[in-house]
Nanobody, 123 residues
């Protein structure tokens, strides 16, 4: 079964940093792009960053560009999100999930959301 386990969240002050990890299993990790999403209470889930299957291309939402860096280690089936210069607006539960390098969502995606990891940034 496809599974994503997010970790690394916590409580930090504005301007601080966190490094999130996403451990994936149940599919051929190295063949999929992976994306980070976040969701704050009462708000819809937002796309944050994505990385292609080989790590050759990375993209970011405007709100985090220049502050967050997504990376992956295919040998470990793990994706990371280095978050620097954190702002209170970054407070949310962070999730990871998969898509193809061409943007096609796999059939199991909607059933594979993990529990997420909470990031709280104090002002």
């Amino acid at each position: 079964q496809v599974q994503f386990v997010e970790s690394g969240g916590g409580l930090v002050q504005s301007g601080g940093s966190l490094r999130l990890s996403c451990a994936a299993s149940g599919f051929i990790f190295s063949r999929y792009a992976i994306a980070w999403y976040r969701q704050a209470p009462g708000k819809e889930r937002q796309w944050v960053a994505a990385i292609t299957s080989t790590g050759g291309s990375r993209s970011y939402a405007d709100s985090v560009k220049g502050r967050f860096t997504i990376s992956r280690d295919n040998a470990k089936n793990t994706v990371y999100l280095q978050m620097n210069s954190l702002k209170p607006e970054d407070t949310a539960v962070y999730y990871c999930n998969a898509r193809s390098d061409l943007g096609v969502v796999p059939a199991w995606r909607d059933a594979s959301w993990g529990q997420g990891t909470q990031v709280t940034v104090s002002s």
